[in-house]
């Protein structure tokens, strides 16, 4: 019933670590995942059984997991993958998708014409691999606002000028830039399309761009997302920039999330936009990812089978957790689904990295939380899935946890923070700090990073992306700043559009890729920073935010 492959677009269009980049890193990264035995349907329909009855996930035996945190009706597996085959398809993009866009292709010559086509439609191209850091500001704030400011003109010019839509990634394999040899993502999924919309609004808060024009860009945006093919009002994961057709079958809850959170920034910000954003955010129900026997969130739903993925965003520290708050404060789902997703799994969970300590029922709300925490050189904290900085910190870059949950995911952010700097530099022996999924250095490719010791599952340690040490600006700024500043001095990692996406800090190899969803983390990351946290506050000052924001205040992860 699994087709093995990477989500987005079809093998014989883009190298196939691009296509699944980042449906790879949600559906590995995100959750322990629950496997229902009975159901597996449509969202709102008649269940369906599994073509497999007894499947389990992430490297168990065809036997029953050791342990259930969930209740009878649910199994527990360890990751998104099946024992031999990997992560399971979100996609395996069909010949019979972007029509349009292969014939267009075929027409001009074939994909390489094509690329420098697509190329001369971007608003911009960089000149220079590599930047001197020594030309780089010494003062902080100064520092800050040219990072800011080339990331901004990165983010500006990689994108379609005609349609407004941000490129996937952009991969530079020469000195010059030679554009027959770049590696050009020419999708877009909409969880990158959410941050950008952000964005939009951080370029005009630092000055970058007026109010004008950043309304007629936004305006351009959001027409063009109009227009995208939708189901139920729901947009599918991937999208071809130049032609917009749709390059996915798949429905993604925690990428349509962070389209929501965008839109919502959007209409706080600008009155004008009030009426097309909402009405972008309200056709949109998620109600329809909700599993409510298991009071859990869906990965996603396949329209062409006409089901509902088998696996659920279970585990609370992960970035789906924004998702789930916007579901409730929309009123689409109840407020009992936050209540029901795992801090930590039980001590008989032996597959874990270290079984919880502290792990008791206690009530928050008038709800009923089993909480627990892990512990690391005397720190406590509620363990992500994998230990990457992006799983424990992007939801920042719209909430400010801190000041709405602050013995909770405020404080959880803090220790994160601290475990992946001091773990990196004394376990690791690295002089730089900051693992999350991205880029890899190595020629192609794509990688989850992390932690180990803060996940249930730990990543791999091989790599630092800028965006981590960004995100973990509200949290240790000094710190954040003198690393990002190493990174740019010890290794040839800052670009013309600022920072590459990760680099070997063993081997000092650089991936020299711009990714619009990891270029925008570290923009509005930035941006909080420098205006006092100006997307975290319209975020807030949305309905849908007040209606959930509440739901917060009271649980203590560490009582």
Not at 126 to 147: C, G, I, K, M, Q
Not at 343 to 353: A, L, S
Request: glycine share 10%.
């Amino acid at each position: 019933m699994f087709r093995v492959g990477w989500g987005g677009r079809s093998a014989a269009r883009a190298p196939a670590p691009w296509g699944c980049r980042l449906r790879r890193r949600l559906v590995a990264a995100a959750s322990v995942l629950v496997l229902l035995i009975s159901a597996g349907g449509a969202p709102g329909g008649e269940p369906q059984a599994p073509e497999q009855q007894g499947t389990v996930v992430a490297g168990a035996s065809s036997a029953r997991p050791p342990c259930n945190p969930f209740g009878n009706e649910v199994w527990a597996g360890q990751g998104g993958a099946l024992p031999g085959v990997g992560l399971p398809a979100v996609l395996l993009a069909p010949a019979d998708l972007a029509p349009k866009k292969r014939a267009w292709e075929e027409s001009v010559g074939g994909r390489g014409v094509a690329r420098a086509l697509i190329h001369a439609r971007l608003a911009g191209w960089p000149d220079r691999l590599v930047v001197d850091a020594a030309s780089l500001p010494r003062d902080e704030r100064a520092f800050l606002e040219r990072v800011a400011r080339d990331t901004w003109r990165g983010l500006d010019a990689l994108r379609d000028r005609e349609t407004g839509l941000p490129l996937d990634h952009v991969r530079f394999r020469s000195s010059p830039l030679d554009v027959s040899r770049a590696d050009i993502g020419d999708y877009a999924s909409a969880s990158s399309l959410g941050l950008y919309l952000a964005t939009l609004v951080a370029a005009h808060e630092l000055g970058f761009v007026s109010a004008g024009e950043a309304v007629a860009r936004l305006r351009q945006l959001l027409d063009t997302i109009g227009k995208l093919e939708s189901y139920r009002g729901i947009l599918f994961n991937f999208y071809d920039t130049t032609s917009l057709e749709r390059t996915s079958h798949f429905l993604s809850f925690v990428d349509s999330a962070w389209l929501t959170a965008g839109l919502m920034v959007v209409r706080s910000s600008f009155p004008e936009l009030h009426e097309e954003a909402s009405r972008l955010i309200v056709q949109r129900n998620y109600g329809f990812f909700y599993d409510p026997g298991i009071q859990q969130m869906s990965h996603g739903y396949y329209v062409d089978r006409g089901e509902r993925s088998l696996y659920h965003y279970a585990t609370l520290y992960t970035e789906a957790r924004l998702g789930s708050l916007i579901a409730i404060g929309k009123g689409d789902v109840p407020e009992e689904h936050w209540y029901r997703m795992a801090r930590t799994f039980p001590p008989e969970c032996d597959w874990q990295g270290q079984p919880p300590q502290g792990r008791h029922e206690k009530q928050v709300n008038g709800h009923t939380v089993t909480g627990g925490w892990y512990e690391w050189k005397g720190l406590r904290y509620v363990p992500s899935w994998g230990g990457s900085m992006f799983e424990a910190l992007m939801p920042t870059l719209f909430l400010d946890e801190r000041a709405f949950a602050p013995r909770s995911l405020g404080r959880n952010g803090e220790v994160h923070v601290e475990v992946q700097r001091r773990f990196a530099l004394e376990d690791l022996g690295h002089p730089v700090w900051g693992m999350s999924p991205a880029a890899s250095p190595d020629p192609d490719g794509y990688r989850e990073y992390g932690a180990k010791p803060l996940g249930v599952r730990g990543y791999a340690d091989a790599a630092v992306t800028p965006h981590a040490v960004a995100l973990a600006l509200p949290f240790a700024p000094k710190e954040a700043v003198a690393a990002l500043r190493l990174l740019a001095e010890r290794y040839p990692i800052y670009g013309e559009y600022g920072f590459y996406d990760s680099v070997n800090p063993v081997t000092g190899e650089v991936g020299t890729v711009y990714l619009a969803l990891d270029q925008s983390m570290l923009l509005l990351a930035v941006a909080n920073h420098l205006t006092g946290g100006v997307i975290q506050q319209r975020f807030a000052a949305d309905p849908i935010a007040a209606r959930a924001l509440p739901l917060l205040a009271d649980e203590d992860f560490f009582d």
